[in-house]
């Protein structure tokens, strides 16, 4: 049985700000011609967070303001979803606490904690972030944030979804960038159940694959180790249950490399004048690598972040 609600999302659109909502999709003609294909991008960087992680993490907040429950919330990040609790914690009343890597992107880190976050960093990857906020929750009560296993985070970003099939025209191929799973499975979900004849690829870094090896053996498989620039996707440890949501969307699953997550890069501030994080940029890398298989079609891909060090953006983008 299915995790996700089509009726909640649905429902979570009177519930999220407006900053995150309604955000601009269109088609580039050059970049179309440079692509073989048509290409809808999904911009959600137009926000006071620069991502699209503001849809879920309003919704938690929402729900934690209107109920009995705790007042603080902490949740493990590499960047993006603490700026979102950061942001919504404090316009809702919530105090945010945000556990990263010391190795964490730095100009997100000084985004959350400008945002009103208190900010716990510890040695190690984000698997360690992660299980350090499972027990800093679990000791002092408060409520845990845990991207793509709440809910919440899931279907607030599966309002992308309903806002990507309101387009005039047939859409064949939606890409998702693929991390925890949260955006793959809202937006995914939302697709299915309303046009199952789209299909839902699913795109990661072949240098951070846990969630994609998983799904494509139908059980967890945990990586030792993940290098990708893409750090807003890198994770070692799938959470089951979002797992099962994978196999229930996607159609395919993909891995691109750093050449391609670069050159999609590229193209996108080309092409569309978008500075992206590379994380944003993977629908376009998986296009560039199998340029037979979107030819002519109608694709459309999320443009997720946009929170990117200057100096690292003038590396791989000269």
């Known amino acids: 049985m299915a995790r996700l609600s089509l009726t909640r999302i649905e429902d979570a659109v009177s519930r999220i700000s407006g900053v995150f909502l309604n955000t601009p999709q269109f088609e580039i003609a050059s970049l179309n011609r440079a692509l073989g294909c048509r290409v809808i991008l999904k911009v959600e960087t137009m926000n006071p967070i620069r991502c699209f992680k503001g849809r879920g993490t309003d919704l938690v907040v929402a729900h934690l303001a209107d109920g009995d429950g705790p007042k603080s919330a902490i949740c493990a990040s590499a960047g993006n979803l603490g700026q979102g609790l950061a942001f919504s914690g404090r316009r809702r009343g919530i105090e945010p606490i945000v556990v990263a ?8 880190l000084e985004r959350i904690g400008g945002l009103g976050a208190a900010i716990h960093l510890v040695d190690g990857d984000f698997e360690m972030a992660r299980q350090t906020a499972r027990d800093m929750a679990a000791a002092d009560r408060l409520f845990l944030v845990e991207d793509s296993e709440n809910l919440d985070t899931c279907e607030g970003a599966g309002t992308i979804g309903l806002e990507l099939l309101r387009d005039p025209e047939p859409i064949d191929v939606v890409l998702v960038a693929l991390g925890g799973g949260a955006m793959a499975t809202g937006i995914g979900h939302v697709v299915k159940s309303l046009a199952p004849e789209v299909q839902v690829i699913t795109v990661q870094p072949a240098g951070a694959p846990a969630m994609t090896l998983s799904w494509r053996a139908g059980q967890v498989i945990v990586t030792d180790t993940m290098d990708t620039i893409a750090d807003g996707v890198a994770g070692r440890c799938p959470i089951p249950e979002v797992l099962a949501d994978l ?53 459309a891909t999320i443009i997720c972040g946009g929170n990117v060090v200057p100096d690292d953006f003038r590396r791989w983008v000269p």
């Not at 890597?101 to 997100?108: D, E, L």
């Open 101 to 108: 890597s010391a190795a964490a992107n730095a100009m997100k």
């Open 247 to 299: 196999l229930e969307i996607a159609d395919d699953a993909v891995l691109v490399g750093e050449e391609s997550i670069i050159a999609g890069m590229r193209l996108l501030y080309d092409k569309a004048g978008l500075v992206v994080e590379p994380s944003a940029a993977l629908g376009i890398a998986a296009i560039l690598e199998a340029l037979g298989r979107f030819a002519g079609k109608r694709v």
